[in-house]
């Protein structure tokens, strides 16, 4: 496995906590890659491994800069930053006006954070936090390069109406106009659901509608919503994140995503480093 893309339609379903979260209990090597053309928040909400913030000038904005001339993958790690606990991450965009500065380079960016899996030197997977992906987002032109594409709902019906509706399209753009093609090649299209875990139902009625639209996608697990864990995770509280319903969920949906997808996540890249074991 190389790049693995999160991303929802519209709200805000925990994009970026829930890409920390997957980072945090990754069992390979992992790098964590603020990918959100609005901007990112982690330079806000969380701190560096010496203790202060995150320096918003090293991340995307360098990356913006270095990629006009080409970005070989190993380039990457010269724009990561390692965060409190360890997890290496490359920093969003201050804002959305930045994102001039990538015009017609997520193509490159996306073969970049696909190939680093495959480096002689320091090779890890990645994990994309793509924010909100919408018809004209230009961040969909990295998505092509994923192998895995894993689309993040709340479990209201406008919500999961929206969902069905995006995997569908994106499902046309990257694998054809032929409907379920997203079944025949990559990346795979995923939906993780943002719920009570408890709910054991839930999932499978999400996916039968999934199935039933034909939109190539099916649910892969659900996420916790659990408002303390994530700040436990951001460092905003105190607390054994490691033990939090979030931390938890995010380790099935881990361990599931290997045991279905584990023979096309074969590669070099070394054991897990990541933040929460």
Not at 70 to 97: C, F, I, K
Not at 172 to 184: E, I, M, P, S, T
Request: charged share 15%; net charge neutral; glycine share 12%.
């Amino acid at each position: 496995m190389a790049l693995i893309a999160l991303a929802a339609d519209k709200g805000s379903p925990g994009v970026t906590t829930t890409a920390v979260a997957l980072s945090a209990v990754w069992p390979r090597r992992v790098l964590l890659a603020e990918a959100d053309p609005a901007g990112g928040d982690l330079v806000y909400r969380s701190a560096a491994a010496h203790g202060g913030p995150l320096d918003p000038n090293i991340g995307m904005l360098s990356i913006a800069a270095t990629a006009r001339r080409g970005l070989a993958a190993e380039q990457l790690w010269d724009h990561a930053q390692p965060m409190s606990g360890g997890l290496d991450v490359v920093v969003g965009l201050g804002n959305a006006e930045q994102a001039v500065g990538l015009a017609g380079l997520w193509p490159t960016l996306g073969r970049a954070f696909n190939g680093l899996a495959e480096t002689a030197q320091q090779p890890a997977d990645v994990i994309a936090d793509c924010g909100r992906i919408g018809p004209d987002a230009a961040v969909s032109e990295m998505l092509s390069q994923a192998a895995l594409v894993l689309l993040l709902a709340r479990t209201e019906p406008e919500h999961l109406a929206r969902i069905r509706d995006r995997a569908a399209a994106l499902s046309a753009k990257l694998h054809g106009a032929q409907r379920g093609a997203a079944q025949l090649g990559l990346p795979l299209i995923g939906v993780l659901l943002i719920a009570d875990p408890g709910n054991t139902r839930l999932p499978g009625q999400v996916n039968d509608m999934l199935v039933a639209s034909q939109t190539g996608a099916r649910v892969v697990g659900v996420i916790a919503e659990d408002a303390v864990g994530a700040g436990q995770l951001s460092g905003r509280k105190r607390g054994r994140v490691e033990k939090s319903l979030l931390i938890r969920s995010a380790r099935k949906v881990v361990g599931d995503l290997h045991q279905q997808f584990g023979s096309a996540w074969a590669g070099p890249a070394m054991p897990g480093t990541g933040a929460v074991q």
